[in-house]
């Protein structure tokens, strides 16, 4: 990192913060493609499925093997989690949990990869010059990313409450309450339009803010030349707790949602 | 922080991930695990049962034992009266027996002695004669002086 960080001398901090914050992006507008972090988030996502599958494939109820006894234990860690919080009948919420406790634990752990890392492997590869080279390989530290995980959740939100509670149902709960009074039914609606679009925008900005502050901050470390070492160990020890706290904490709201879409009020 | 259309890809692989996971990931290893749980449950309920039944053995053992215990003790001591009862009745047999052969032994001794006795007179007739022969130095008709003889043998 720090060899790295000295090879880019010509750029000062700020463009070098600047440049790693960017993404490697084709495309024009909005119909632009963030390479990198779909890229990783599709590698990492398949990673899981491959791994999970191979264990589904054999799996045994009699004496499990090393990798299901540790597939076997995050399965059932989540199975627990949704068991503990969702009381209805649905076969679709333990699975997305998994997906996506998993997924976004693995999308988060790309955060301990050194931020020199990948750029520098590919010039070794390439020959390319490292500021020609964009690569972010923390997919959830993309709002893009996390908003698609959330827009997931949300439309399965309204999926759900319309399923279970019909449309009117679900059109009812907008307006009739906190307020019981008809007088007061606009303002229940904005109420109720807000706490529902901020779920989805809660879930996805609280991943994104975690994982973008601790990626910004490990660039500032690397910034600061031979003193960077120790801090950089110690900002990465510190995401010990974080990674796995921000997938936990998504994949539990997750299922809070999907669980209080089936309530019916 | 600009949004592009990388949301509708991550939607796309997340809906794509999510219904692979439901359908392909999740049941089996679920299957598995329930089917673990339910072997593990029926063994610990076997366990028990088997625990209940060896308690159950071994109290039925243990009456076993002491009904076994009884039964060898009245045996034993059946088998002493029995051996009582024939000391005793081999020794009045041999009582009877002894006795017998006493009696036989006496009997026997006397039918000797009384052959004995009838040779013994008939010889001393013999050797009377012979005496008085001798006496008179001349020869007595034996069949004429029989009825003397006769007399001193019944003496004899």
Same mark, same amino acid.
């Given at each position: 990192?720090?060899?790295?960080?000295?090879?880019?001398?010509?750029?000062?901090?700020?463009?070098?913060?600047?440049?790693?914050?960017? =993404?490697?992006?084709?495309?024009?507008?909005?119909?632009?493609? =963030?390479?990198?972090?779909?890229?990783?988030?599709?590698?990492?996502?398949?990673?899981?499925?491959?791994?999970?599958? @191979?264990?589904?494939? &054999?799996?045994?109820?009699?004496?499990?093997?090393?990798?299901?006894?540790?597939?076997?234990?995050?399965?059932?860690?989540?199975?627990?989690?949704?068991?503990?919080?969702?009381?209805?009948?649905?076969?679709?919420?333990?699975?997305?949990?998994?997906?996506?406790?998993?997924?976004?634990?693995?999308?988060? !752990? !790309?955060?301990?990869?050194?931020?020199?890392?990948?750029?520098?492997?590919? @010039?070794?590869?390439?020959?390319?010059?490292? *500021?020609?080279?964009?690569?972010?390989?923390?997919?959830?530290a993309d709002p893009n990313i996390t908003f698609g995980l959330?827009?997931?959740?949300?439309?399965?939100?309204?999926?759900?409450?319309?399923?279970?509670?019909?449309?009117?149902?679900?059109?009812? /709960?907008?307006?009739?309450?906190?307020?019981?009074?008809?007088?007061?039914?606009?303002?229940?609606?904005?109420?109720?339009?807000?706490?529902?679009? *901020?779920?989805?925008?809660?879930?996805?900005?609280?991943?994104?803010?975690?994982?973008?502050?601790?990626?910004?901050?490990?660039?500032?470390?690397?910034?600061?030349?031979?003193?960077?070492?120790?801090?950089?160990?110690?900002?990465?020890?510190?995401?010990?707790?974080?990674?796995?706290?921000?997938?936990?904490?998504?994949?539990?709201?997750?299922?809070?949602?999907?669980?209080? %879409?089936?309530?019916?009020h | 922080m600009n949004l592009n259309a990388t949301i509708i890809?991550?939607?796309?692989?997340?809906?794509?991930?999510?219904?692979?996971?439901?359908?392909?990931?999740?049941?089996?290893? !679920?299957?598995?695990?329930?089917?673990?749980?339910?072997?593990?449950?029926?063994?610990?309920?076997?366990?028990?049962?088997?625990?209940?039944?060896?308690?159950?053995?071994?109290?039925?053992?243990? @009456?076993?034992?002491?009904?076994?215990?009884?039964? %060898?003790?009245?045996?034993?001591?059946? *088998?002493? &009266?029995?051996?009582?009862?024939?000391?005793?009745?081999?020794?009045? &047999?041999?009582?009877?027996?002894?006795?017998?052969?006493?009696? @036989?032994?006496?009997?026997?001794?006397?039918?000797?002695? =009384?052959?004995?006795?009838? /040779?013994?007179?008939?010889?001393?007739?013999?050797?009377?004669?012979?005496?008085? /022969?001798?006496?008179?130095?001349?020869?007595?008709d034996a069949a004429a002086h029989s009825d003397i003889l006769?007399?001193?043998?019944?003496?004899?």
């Open positions: 990192m720090s060899a790295a960080a000295a090879t880019e001398a010509t750029l000062t901090s700020q463009e070098y913060i600047k440049h790693h914050l960017a =993404n490697l992006t084709v495309g024009e507008g909005f119909w632009s493609w =963030n390479l990198d972090s779909l890229g990783w988030s599709v590698f990492l996502g398949l990673v899981f499925l491959t791994i999970f599958r @191979s264990v589904a494939k &054999k799996a045994t109820p009699g004496v499990p093997g090393k990798l299901q006894c540790a597939v076997e234990m995050v399965v059932e860690f989540v199975d627990e989690s949704v068991k503990g919080t969702f009381h209805g009948k649905n076969d679709l919420i333990a699975p997305l949990a998994l997906t996506v406790f998993v997924w976004i634990l693995l999308m988060n !752990m !790309m955060d301990w990869v050194p931020v020199d890392l990948l750029p520098w492997l590919i @010039s070794l590869a390439t020959g390319m010059q490292m *500021a020609d080279i964009y690569m972010k390989p923390v997919p959830t959330a827009g997931g959740v949300f439309f399965l939100i309204i999926y759900y409450s319309i399923k279970v509670k019909g449309v009117g149902g679900f059109m009812k /709960e907008l307006y009739s309450q906190p307020f019981g009074h008809w007088s007061l039914y606009p303002i229940n609606f904005i109420l109720e339009i807000v706490t529902l679009l *901020a779920r989805p925008l809660a879930l996805s900005l609280r991943l994104f803010g975690n994982l973008y502050a601790g990626e910004l901050i490990f660039l500032l470390i690397a910034t600061l030349g031979l003193y960077q070492l120790p801090l950089h160990f110690l900002w990465a020890t510190f995401h010990l707790l974080v990674i796995p706290l921000q997938a936990f904490i998504f994949m539990m709201l997750t299922i809070v949602y999907l669980s209080l %879409a089936h309530e019916d | 890809g991550q939607l796309i692989a997340f809906v794509v991930f999510v219904i692979f996971c439901m359908k392909f990931v999740w049941p089996p290893i !679920m299957a598995a695990i329930e089917a673990r749980q339910a072997n593990i449950a029926d063994g610990l309920a076997a366990s028990d049962r088997a625990a209940k039944d060896l308690e159950l053995a071994q109290e039925k053992a243990t @009456s076993q034992l002491k009904e076994a215990k009884v039964q %060898a003790a009245s045996i034993v001591d059946a *088998a002493k &009266k029995l051996e009582a009862k024939i000391v005793e009745e081999t020794a009045a &047999k041999a009582q009877v027996e002894k006795e017998r052969i006493l009696a @036989s032994g006496h009997a026997e001794i006397e039918t000797e002695r =009384n052959r004995v006795k009838e /040779e013994l007179r008939a010889q001393v007739a013999v050797l009377a004669v012979a005496g008085a /022969e001798k006496i008179l130095e001349r020869s007595i006769d007399k001193l043998v019944a003496e004899l």
